[in-house]
């Protein structure tokens, strides 16, 4: 019996010693995952371009037809040690630059089937800090927003304003009746609509969202949004069609923004809500994934 009770114990310790051998390695190799999905990330420590990207890493602004590189101005600024995790970007006022990124391997936008997820950390407070009218802290944009238009945006008349996020895709798909963006009744958007999103002065908030399977009408097609973690609904049951010229998707910062950004980051695939929790919760931000 002893020998039996010291074999038994033997093994116990034995599978015990074996899991916590596994946690780590389960960590890792989800970390991982993330990493290999990574495709930019600009922390914006330093300046406005970006820290990794697969693409091209600097950072643009329109100047008429023309993208030239974005520098450090009165409407955005370069704030070192305001941010979640060291410098940060920030938006003193409603001005008229908007930083961009190029898609070139970063969004991954096709005519196929397009998935990708955006992450970034805001901190405002939008009841006292922005101007009246709409705000998009992020948006990505091709060549005609009639073919296609991704944003997070606040509402202009609301209060406490709303948070949303929106896929419009192929106008005539969203609204075929040509109503303004505010005659349309709430539920026939397709948003995610949030009534009472945590964002302040004082503390930073995570905001993640989805674009999965645009133009693939043989697969489920979804936006999903997350905030600190959790989820807060989904852009489901909507025909997501777009016909960008790929040369011209950007990614954009700051529309009609007043606050602070950090840590933007981009994926090329949809991120799992579980992937998203991991992801909010990088101590060191996502420079944590890579060299």
């Known amino acids: 019996m002893a020998h039996t009770a010291r074999l038994t114990a033997a093994v116990l310790f034995g599978l015990a010693a074996l899991a916590a051998a596994q946690e780590p390695n ?4 989800a970390r991982a995952k993330l990493a290999k999905a990574l ?12 820290d990794f990207s697969r693409g091209d890493k600097t950072c643009y602004v329109q100047q008429g037809k023309e993208l ?15 941010g979640r995790f060291g410098g940060a970007l920030h938006f003193p006022k409603k001005g008229a630059t908007r930083p961009a990124f190029k898609d070139g391997g970063v969004l991954g936008y096709n005519a196929r ?23 998009d802290p992020v948006q990505i944009v091709g060549d005609d927003n009639k073919k296609g238009y991704i944003f997070l945006e606040w509402s202009k008349d609301e209060t406490p304003r709303y948070f949303r996020y929106a896929i419009r895709p192929l106008f005539p798909i969203w609204n075929p009746t040509g109503a303004a963006w505010h005659e349309i009744p709430f539920e026939k958007r397709p948003m995610v609509q949030v009534e009472r999103a945590p964002f302040a002065r004082e503390k930073w908030t995570h905001v993640v969202f989805t674009v999965e399977n645009v133009n693939d009408k043989t697969r489920p097609q979804a936006g999903r949004l997350y905030i600190n973690g959790k989820s807060q609904g989904a852009i489901e049951k909507w025909e997501l069609t777009f016909d960008w010229d790929p040369a011209k998707v950007l990614l954009v910062l700051g529309a009609a923004y007043v606050g602070h950004i950090d840590d933007l980051a981009v ?5 799992t809500a579980a992937e998203v929790v991991r992801l909010y919760a990088l101590r060191a931000g996502v420079r944590e994934l890579y060299p």
């Open 26 to 29: 389960a960590e890792t190799e």
């Open 39 to 50: 495709t930019l990330h600009a922390s914006f420590d330093a300046g406005l371009d970006a």
């Open 68 to 82: 030239v590189k974005a520098a450090p101005n009165a409407d955005v600024k370069v704030a070192a040690g305001a």
């Open 113 to 135: 089937n397009w998935s990708a997820t955006v992450s970034a950390w805001l901190r405002l407070d939008p009841d006292k800090d922005l101007e009246p009218g709409y705000c």
């Open 267 to 271: 994926f090329d695939r949809p991120l």
